[in-house]
C-alpha cells in the first residue's frame, strides 16, 4: 500500500517537473500541446490509481513519511478513502481540464503567464488532499493558493482583473491564518503536528469549538462561504475559462476535504450545536449564492454565483450529517454526508462543463456579457447542447446527476424529527426551506444563462459570426456532459464507491445499492423512499419521442409561416427581446429589497419631449458594504497617517526609536 502514495508523489513530482520545463518553452508554438498533453496524461494516470485506492480494502490506509519540513517530524503522507476521494475528484477535473487547454489554450494571449502555473495549480492540489501533517498541509495549501493567483493574475491588464488578484491574495492569506491557528490549537502545547497525533489527542471543548470556528473562517473562505465569498465572483471569471472551471469544481472541494478532514476526523466526536453553525452558514451561503447569480448579466459571473451556492448545499449536508453523528444516529449521518461527497462530485463535472462552455462562448464572440449575446444555438449548436445539459444538471432537474445528491439531501432533512434538541427540530425544516428555495431559484438563474446567451436573436456582430469551437474543447465538453448522465442514472454505483468514505468518518453507510431491483437507490429503507434514475430516463426518453412522432405524423400539414410576433411591434429588432438584466426582475423586486437594497428610478420625460425613458437599477453587495468596505476605509486611513513616518527628520526618527526601547524596557520591567 505505501507504494500507491509513493507513485502518487512521483505523480505530483512529475507536474511540478513540467512547470519548470513550462518556464523555459512556454514561448514557442507547440508549448500549449507538450504542457496540456503532459498534464493531461499525469492526471489521468493520478486519476486511475486513486480510483483503485478507493475501491480497494475499505480499512486500507497508505502512509510515506519523507525526510523534509520541519525536521523533528518530517513531511508526512497518506491515503485512505477520503483522501482517494478527492484525489479522483482533483485529477478527474485535471484531466478534463488539461483536455480542454489544448484547444483553448491556443487562444490565449499570454500562454507563459498560463504554462508553468497550470500543472503546478495541480500539483498543489494533490499535496493538500495527500499531507498527513499541519506543516505539509497548510505548505500545500499556500502553494496551491499562490499558483492559483498566478493564473488569476494571467490577463493582468484587463478591467478589475489586478483587484481580483489583490482580494483573492488577501482573503487567501486570512483564511491560512485561520487554519494555522487551528492546527495549533489541535497540536496543543506539545506540538504534536502530525495528524495521528491530532486523532489520539481528546481537544477540550473549548479547543472543539475554537477549532470548528477557524476552520469555517479558513476552509470556508477557501469553499466560498457566505460571508467570505467576496473573491470568487471576482477571481474566478478573471482566470482563463479551463482555469476558471478548476478552481470554481475542484479547488473548493480541495476547502470542503480540509474542512472534512479536520471537523470529521482529526477533532474526534462532535457536538450537537455544530451541525447548527454549518447548517446555518449553508443554508445562508445557498440562498444568497443563486441571488447573487440571478442579478448577473456577466455569465462567467453568474456561474462564479453559482459555485457559491452550490457550497451552500454541500454545507447543509455536512451540517446534517455533524448533527446525526453527535446523537448517534448513524445510518442518517451516513446518508447526510453520501449526500454532500456525491454533491461534491456532481458540482465538479457540472460547473466545470458550464465553465467550458462558457470559456467557449468566449472564444467564439470574445463576449461574456449576455446582453450581448443570443441566437448562438443556430452558430454553436454543439456547444449550445453540452451546456444545456449543464443547466439541467445544475437545475437539479431527472434523469442528471445534480437531482440524486440534491435529492438525498432532502431524504437526510427527512430524518430530522428523530433529533432530540429542539435547536435542531428548528433549524434542519427551515434550512430545508432555504435549500427548497434555492433549488427553485437555481433553475430560474438557468433558465435565463441558457436562454439569454443561445435563444433568440444575435445581439451584435460578432455574435452572429460566431463558430464552434475546436474538438478538444468540444470533447471535453461531451465527456463532461456523459458523466452527469451516467451519475443521473446510475447513482447506484458511485453511492457504493462513497461507502468507504462514511465508513472510515461514521463508522456506517448506506444500503448497498447495486443489490436493489432495477437499479433503483434506497437512502434509509424500501418502505420510505426510493428513485430510479434508469426509469426515468427510459421513460423521458420514450414520451419526447412519442409526443416528436405524434405531432410531426398526425398534426395539422396546413400550417402558415410567419414572422415570430413582436409584442405589437413592426420591427424584428433584437432590442425588443427579453435580456438578462429584464428577466431577474420580478425575483429582483422581491428578494432584492432587503438582499441587495435594490433600488429603481424611472426618468419620463415630459409630454412632448424627444428624449427617451430611463430605467436605472441600484443594486449594492450588503456583505461586501457592510463588512469588508470599512476595514478597507480603516487600513487606507491607517496608511495614509503612517505615511508621514516616511517625511520625518533623522531626529525624529532616533527620537523614535528611543521612545520605542524605552517602553519594550517597561514592558519587561512590569510583566509579571
Not at 465569498?229 to 473548493?252: D, E, I, Q, R, Y
Not at 421513460?539 to 416528436?548: C, E, G, H, V, W
Not at 413582436?566 to 428577466?583: L, R
Request: net charge positive; proline share 6%.
Amino acid at each position: 500500500m505505501t507504494s500507491i502514495v509513493a507513485l502518487l508523489l512521483w505523480g505530483v513530482a512529475a507536474f511540478l517537473g513540467t512547470a519548470i520545463v513550462a518556464v523555459a518553452i512556454s514561448r514557442r508554438g507547440s508549448a500549449t500541446y507538450l504542457v496540456y498533453g503532459v498534464t493531461l496524461a499525469i492526471s489521468a494516470v493520478m486519476f486511475a490509481i486513486a480510483a483503485a485506492g478507493l475501491t480497494g480494502d475499505p480499512a486500507g490506509v497508505s502512509t510515506v513519511t519523507l525526510p523534509l519540513g520541519l525536521p523533528w517530524i518530517g513531511a508526512h503522507f497518506r491515503l485512505d478513502a477520503l483522501s482517494a476521494f478527492f484525489l479522483v475528484v482533483v485529477n478527474l477535473g485535471g484531466t478534463v481540464a488539461s483536455l480542454y487547454g489544448l484547444g483553448y489554450g491556443h487562444h490565449e494571449p499570454a500562454p507563459h503567464r498560463v504554462l508553468p502555473f497550470f500543472p503546478a495549480f495541480l500539483a498543489g492540489m494533490n499535496l493538500v488532499v495527500l499531507a498527513d501533517d499541519a506543516f505539509t498541509f497548510l505548505l500545500s495549501w499556500e502553494f496551491m493558493s499562490l499558483a492559483s493567483w498566478a493564473l488569476v493574475m494571467a490577463h493582468h491588464r484587463e478591467q478589475d482583473n489586478t483587484r481580483a488578484g489583490y482580494i483573492y491574495l488577501v482573503m487567501a492569506s486570512f483564511g491560512t491564518l485561520a487554519l494555522l491557528l487551528a492546527f495549533g490549537l489541535l497540536a496543543g502545547p506539545d506540538g504534536t503536528y502530525t495528524f495521528d497525533a491530532m486523532r489520539a489527542a481528546e481537544p477540550s471543548r473549548f479547543v472543539a469549538a475554537a477549532t470548528l470556528v477557524l476552520m469555517l473562517l479558513g476552509a470556508g473562505s477557501k469553499a466560498g462561504l457566505v460571508p467570505l465569498h467576496v473573491w470568487l465572483p471576482l477571481a474566478h471569471p478573471a482566470a482563463p475559462s479551463h482555469v476558471s472551471a478548476l478552481m470554481s469544481g475542484v479547488m473548493t472541494k480541495v476547502a470542503v476535504y480540509g474542512f472534512i478532514r479536520v471537523i470529521f476526523d482529526l477533532l474526534g466526536e462532535p457536538a450537537w450545536w455544530s451541525g447548527v453553525v454549518v447548517l446555518f452558514l449553508g443554508g445562508l451561503t445557498a440562498v444568497l449564492g443563486i441571488l447573487y447569480a440571478l442579478m448577473e448579466k456577466d455569465l462567467k459571473r453568474l456561474l462564479a454565483y453559482s459555485t457559491i451556492e452550490n457550497i451552500g448545499v454541500i454545507f447543509v449536508s455536512l451540517g446534517l450529517a455533524l448533527a446525526f453523528k453527535a446523537n448517534a444516529m448513524p445510518s442518517a449521518a451516513a446518508l447526510a454526508l453520501t449526500a454532500a461527497l456525491f454533491h461534491v462530485l456532481n458540482h465538479s463535472f457540472f460547473k466545470s462543463l458550464l465553465f467550458f462552455g462558457a470559456g467557449a462562448v468566449l472564444t467564439a464572440t470574445g463576449e461574456r456579457n449576455m446582453e450581448k449575446l443570443g441566437g448562438l444555438i443556430h452558430r454553436m449548436p454543439l456547444t449550445s447542447f453540452v451546456f444545456l445539459v449543464g443547466c439541467v444538471s445544475i437545475s437539479a432537474l431527472p434523469p442528471f446527476n445534480g437531482f440524486v445528491s440534491e435529492w438525498l439531501a432532502f431524504q437526510a432533512i427527512l430524518q430530522s424529527p428523530d433529533l432530540p434538541q429542539w435547536g435542531l427540530k428548528v433549524m434542519v425544516p427551515a434550512v430545508g426551506g432555504l435549500l427548497a428555495l434555492s433549488a427553485a431559484l437555481a433553475a430560474a438563474c438557468f433558465v435565463k444563462a441558457f436562454g439569454i446567451t443561445f435563444l433568440g436573436r444575435p445581439r451584435s456582430t460578432a455574435v452572429g459570426q460566431a463558430q464552434e469551437v475546436d474538438r478538444y474543447s468540444l470533447a471535453a465538453m461531451f465527456i463532461l456532459a456523459a458523466l452527469c448522465l451516467l451519475a443521473g442514472i446510475l447513482p447506484g454505483l458511485v453511492i457504493d464507491g462513497l461507502s468507504p468514505v462514511t465508513l472510515s468518518l461514521i463508522g456506517n453507510r448506506m444500503p448497498v445499492q447495486m443489490a436493489q431491483p432495477w437499479l433503483s437507490i434506497v437512502p434509509i429503507a424500501e418502505s420510505r423512499s426510493s428513485y430510479n434514475g434508469l426509469l426515468v430516463f427510459v421513460f423521458i426518453a420514450i414520451s419526447a419521442s412519442l409526443a416528436a412522432f405524434v405531432i410531426h405524423r398526425f398534426a395539422s400539414h396546413a400550417l402558415r409561416r410567419g414572422p415570430a410576433w413582436g409584442c405589437g411591434f413592426p420591427d424584428v429588432t433584437p432590442a425588443a427581446q427579453y435580456t438578462a438584466v429584464s428577466f431577474a426582475q420580478p425575483i429582483r423586486r422581491v428578494f432584492g429589497t432587503f438582499a441587495f437594497r435594490a433600488r429603481e428610478k424611472v426618468e419620463m420625460p415630459p409630454p412632448g419631449a424627444t428624449a427617451p425613458a430611463r430605467l436605472t437599477v441600484e443594486i449594492h453587495d450588503v456583505v461586501w458594504e457592510t463588512f469588508y468596505q470599512p476595514i478597507a476605509g480603516a487600513v487606507r486611513f491607517a496608511t495614509e497617517k503612517l505615511n508621514h513616518l516616511q517625511f520625518l527628520t533623522i531626529r525624529r526618527y532616533l527620537t523614535l526609536v528611543f521612545l520605542y526601547l524605552v517602553t519594550l524596557l517597561l514592558v519587561l520591567a512590569l510583566w509579571p
